[in-house]
């Protein structure tokens, strides 16, 4: 396959799964209220190749080329949107992982100010 080729086949997927629709979900719909799931996405893709010859030999000129390419998605819930007759609302789904890091962070950073303050002030 050339290099154009695979280029061209790793856009058009990518192309078919960065859609709104991916983001967006479809629809529940249950007891009069529309609920619409919201996802984060994000990802990326590389590739490359090249041709070549090497210098003539008894066998005679040889060539050659290679090609690759790889890459990854990642989708994570944000919130849903609740719609109905009277309101919209967006309701965010809590990372909780994010909220622990941040909260040991906040622990391990106060443990370290307290422990230098203590220190500065002994002679």
């Known amino acids: 396959m050339a290099v154009q ?3 061209k086949t790793i856009s058009d997927r990518v192309g078919g799964i960065a859609t709104v629709n991916t983001v967006f979900g479809e629809p529940r719909v249950q ?3 529309a609920i619409i799931p919201v996802a984060a996405v994000i990802g990326g893709f590389g590739a ?3 041709e070549g010859k090497m210098p003539a030999t008894e066998q005679g000129q040889q060539e050659g080329s290679a090609g690759g390419g790889g890459g990854w ?3 994570r819930p944000l919130a849903v949107l609740e719609v ?3 309101q919209t609302r967006l309701i965010p789904i809590l990372d909780l992982t994010k909220i622990i890091l941040a909260s040991l962070g906040l622990v391990g950073g106060g443990i370290w100010m307290l422990a230098k303050a203590r220190g500065t002030h002994r002679h």
């Open 5 to 7: 080729d695979m280029l």
């Open 31 to 33: 007891n009069g209220r």
């Open 48 to 50: 490359g190749g090249g």
């Open 73 to 75: 998605f990642m989708l």
């Open 84 to 86: 109905t007759d009277q």
